[in-house]
């Protein structure tokens, strides 16, 4: 029986097939407008997400007064013995790897100019080996350990500004725990980007060894976290921070503001463009419909007087908004999804958003959940908006019906 009513909905979507196909195609391409837009929104998530937990790790261990107190002096609020933590925190098989991050400021000189620098103290191998390439190496090398004497790798714009290349000399100056000032001289390994041009302007990279020298200290900024998969940072975060209640355990997200900043911006942005489509969609539905439901007025008032319930016939029109509505929504998908792999099979460079100095690659994310959910809720707004429509027309008067003209 309900096979017979979806027969008839189709058969009557059949009998226009221009108004059928425009209201398919707005259907179909706002479907494709929605999935495509959640799509890349997702993808940004993700980038950004894999960034973050490139940069600081997984999870970031401190001392509380690491994340909400600065310091009056340079690593007061800083982690001794952290070889010690750094090898109980191995010891879990959850963890891949623990980086020690020093953060320092100071001056940086070629002799006849200075410049204020934002300087990290690093370990240079296990460094570059887990995070991959996340320094875009202009010139020279990148920093190894045991190196004979100390090194730094230098910023492209800083590098510009102290007219420094690979095997220049240059000095160091930085405040020491104990309130000092300490200077130390320094050879250029590397020039690099890291594609935001203010951060090249003053990033200096140099080795823990190094660092801590330049500062006088034993003690490291924090520890990043590496962990097998990302989606183990919550549980892993609840674990170390029950096993170690005097530190402080932060996720990425805890750490990447930018992040944050972007998702809700998009999320605003995307959910305002889905609502605008939405709405699109429904009065195109509901604009066809009526169309429909008038021109059929009288053949409505001739099934009420056969005998047919104006439920059935509510039942009837709300199942051709289904067909309109889901025939749209699949066509969309397939729309979205197809670009999707055309993206990825010829790569499109976006330019550089603000702030940067380089692009990214254009890619949609294919998440079956969105695609379903979309569909689903397309199909159920075409249906609503027919049934709208069609409620006074189908509990019309038999009599005013028939005489409709």
Same mark, same amino acid.
């Given at each position: 029986m309900n096979f017979m009513w979806l027969k008839f909905a189709i058969q009557n979507t059949l009998r226009n097939r221009r108004r059928s196909l425009v209201t398919v195609s707005i259907a179909a391409l706002g479907t494709a407008g929605i999935l495509l837009a959640g799509g890349f929104a997702l993808f940004t998530y993700q980038s950004l997400a894999e960034a973050a937990a490139r940069d600081y790790g997984h999870l970031v261990v401190g001392q509380p007064e690491q994340f909400v107190k600065d310091e009056e002096t340079p690593l007061q609020h800083g982690l001794d013995n952290a070889n010690e933590l750094r090898n109980q925190l191995l010891a879990d098989p959850a963890v891949r790897s623990v980086l020690p991050k020093i953060e320092f400021s100071g001056l940086i000189s070629n002799g006849d100019k200075s410049i204020v620098m934002m300087g990290l103290g690093v370990e240079p191998d296990s460094e570059f080996s887990v995070k991959g390439p996340f320094?875009?190496? %202009?010139?020279?090398?990148?920093?190894?350990?045991?190196?004979? $004497?100390?090194?730094?790798?230098?910023?492209?714009?800083?590098?510009?500004?102290? %007219?420094?290349?690979?095997?220049?000399?240059?000095?160091?100056?930085?405040?020491? @725990?104990?309130?000092?000032?300490?200077?130390?001289?320094?050879?250029? %390994?590397?020039?690099?980007? @890291?594609?935001?041009?203010? !951060?090249?302007?003053?990033?200096?990279?140099?080795?823990?060894?190094?660092?801590?020298?330049?500062?006088?200290?034993?003690k490291v900024s924090s520890l990043g976290i590496f962990l097998s998969r990302m989606n183990q940072t919550q549980p892993m975060q609840a674990q170390f921070a029950k096993a170690y209640p005097s530190l402080t355990v932060q996720t990425w997200e805890d750490q990447a503001f930018f992040y944050k900043s972007v998702r809700g911006?998009?999320?605003?942005?995307?959910?305002?463009?889905?609502?605008?489509?939405?709405?699109?969609?429904?009065?195109?539905?509901?604009?066809?419909?009526?169309?429909?439901? !008038? $021109?059929?007025?009288? $053949?409505?008032?001739?099934?009420?007087?056969?005998?047919?319930?104006?439920?059935?016939?509510?039942?009837?029109l709300s199942l051709e908004g289904m067909v309109l509505g889901g025939v749209g929504a699949l066509a969309g998908a397939a729309i979205a999804l197809c670009v999707s792999i055309f993206l990825l099979v010829v790569p499109v460079e976006m330019p550089p958003p603000p702030g940067r100095s380089v692009g990214y690659p254009l890619n949609i994310t294919v998440d079956p959940l969105m695609y379903l959910t979309t569909i689903a809720v397309m199909v159920l707004l075409t249906m609503a908006a027919s049934a709208w429509v069609a409620r006074r027309t189908v509990n019309m008067p038999v009599v005013d019906a028939l005489a409709h003209t």
């Open positions: 320094l875009t190496v %202009k010139s020279g090398d990148i920093l190894a350990s045991g190196t004979p $004497e100390p090194a730094v790798m230098l910023g492209d714009a800083l590098a510009r500004n102290l %007219k420094a290349v690979p095997g220049s000399s240059l000095t160091l100056l930085a405040s020491t @725990t104990d309130g000092a000032l300490n200077a130390m001289d320094v050879r250029v %390994k590397g020039i690099f980007a @890291t594609g935001t041009p203010e !951060i090249d302007k003053r990033l200096v990279y140099t080795d823990i060894a190094t660092a801590q020298r330049l500062l006088n200290t034993q911006l998009y999320n605003r942005i995307f959910g305002a463009l889905g609502l605008i489509i939405g709405v699109i969609v429904v009065f195109v539905v509901t604009n066809a419909m009526s169309m429909a439901i !008038i $021109e059929r007025t009288c $053949e409505l008032g001739t099934l009420r007087a056969l005998g047919t319930l104006p439920a059935q016939l509510l039942r009837t």
